[in-house]
Structure formats: C-alpha cells, structure tokens
C-alpha cells in the first residue's frame, strides 16, 4: 500500500519567516514528487515538482528531495498571509496506472 | 491558456438517481485522471485515461461507477443509484506526459 505521510498541523508562522512543510513516502518505486496548494473550497494548484535527489527553487518556494530517506520538504521564504492554505504532498511511481498519492496535508497559517 | 473545465460546479441529487459528471482537460493533454475528495480526507485517485483508453479500472469504489473519454478529450464519470456515501468533490485532472497534473475547479456532489 503506498503511503504518503504529513502532519496535519495546523502549523503557525509568523509573516516574513521561513515555513517548513514535511512529507515521507512509503514506496520506494516513486519518481516524480510535488507539493500542491489548496485554498479552503479550492481545487489544488500546483506549486512545486521535483524529480531528482536535492534541491530546487523556484521563486520563494524551495522544494527538497532524499530518496535515501524517502523524504520530500517545501520551505517558503518570506511568508505572507496569501500563503496560508493546506499543502499537499504528492507522489508518483511512473505508468501512469496509479495517478498521484496524496497526502492528508498540512494547514498552514501565517500569522500577520 | 485555458485550464481544465468541470461541470457542473454543484450537483444535488436524491439517493439512488444516477449522475453525469463531465471533464474537459487541457488542450492537448493526452493524459486525464478522475480523483474524489471527501470532506476531511485525502485525494483518492479513481481512474487515469491515456487517450482513450484507461488500463485499470480497480480505483474506481465500486461497479456504480464507471468512466469514459472520448476523442481523447472530454471525458465523464458517471455514477448509477447514487448513495450518501458518494457525496465528495469530485476533481479532474490533465498532464502532457504522466507527471504534472493541473486540476480543475471539482464538481461538488451532494447526495440526500
């Protein structure tokens, strides 16, 4: 049974500082990982992709990836309020077949 | 460019009526998902098309529901004898390739 694990939070962060969003997956065969957004009553946007060990920036949104340690983070710099929404972690084995397991997310609340 | 369209936005429907839901993905996206968001839960992935084919129908809950694309565009989810338990948003989503899928705004189904 594939699994992609989040805390649920709520996580509270103060505006202007660094969110952390973490995410751990259970299958190994997994390729391709994103982060989506999801405003309360919204369908899910996608923020971040990241395909390869390491990290990748892209604007205020940094995506990291540890296959090793079957463990995906989002940080977002300069928070501000418009951030606060629920993040979903996604992840992908390839075949298509299977579509994209979420993750429950986290709430994420920035406070002015 | 236009995103993915879904229709209709609501749907309210008594138990045991059947119901069309439709997905018009990105132009050009050959790929096209179906996935159900219940209140409080996770995404659950129902059925992927590649064209218009779809190669494994087993994520779909249960033989009430079934799903079609035709022209390798528009496709529809449609669920026979509706029951409480169908009541979710029901997301659509498209990628070029298996990867980055981009959803669309959901079909919020309430069954009474």
């Known amino acids: 049974q594939k699994e992609v694990e989040q805390n649920s939070g709520p996580l509270s962060v103060p505006e202007g500082a660094i969110a952390s969003l973490n995410c751990t997956y259970s299958?190994?065969?997994?390729?391709?990982f994103f982060w989506y957004r999801q405003y309360s009553g919204k369908s899910p946007e996608l923020i971040m992709s990241?395909?390869?060990?390491g990290d990748k920036e892209d604007g205020r949104f940094t995506a990291q990836l540890n296959k090793a340690s079957q463990y995906v983070s989002l940080l977002i710099r300069d928070s501000q309020p418009s951030d606060s929404a629920t993040y979903l972690c996604?992840?992908?084995?390839?075949?298509?077949?299977?579509?994209?397991?979420f993750g429950k997310g986290t709430h994420l609340i920035i406070q002015p | 460019g236009a995103g993915v369209s879904q229709s209709p936005s609501n749907k309210v429907t008594e138990k045991g009526k059947d119901v069309e839901l439709r997905c018009d993905p990105i132009?050009?996206?050959?790929?096209l998902y179906w996935y159900r968001q219940s209140l409080g839960q996770g995404l659950e992935f129902l059925i992927y098309?590649?064209?218009?084919?779809?190669?494994?129908k087993s994520g779909l809950p249960s033989d009430r529901f079934s799903a079609e694309r035709t022209g390798g565009s528009v496709s529809t989810l449609t669920i026979q004898r509706t029951q409480q338990e169908d009541s979710a948003v029901y997301l659509c989503?498209?990628?070029?390739?298996?990867?980055?899928?981009?959803f669309g705004p959901g079909t919020r189904l309430t069954v009474t």
């Open positions: 989503a498209s990628s070029l390739v298996s990867a980055e899928q981009y």
């Open positions: 299958d190994r065969v997994s390729q391709s």
């Open positions: 990241i395909y390869s060990n």
């Open positions: 996604a992840a992908y084995s390839g075949g298509g077949a299977d579509g994209l397991t």
């Open positions: 132009s050009g996206h050959t790929a």
């Open positions: 098309f590649q064209g218009n084919s779809a190669p494994d």
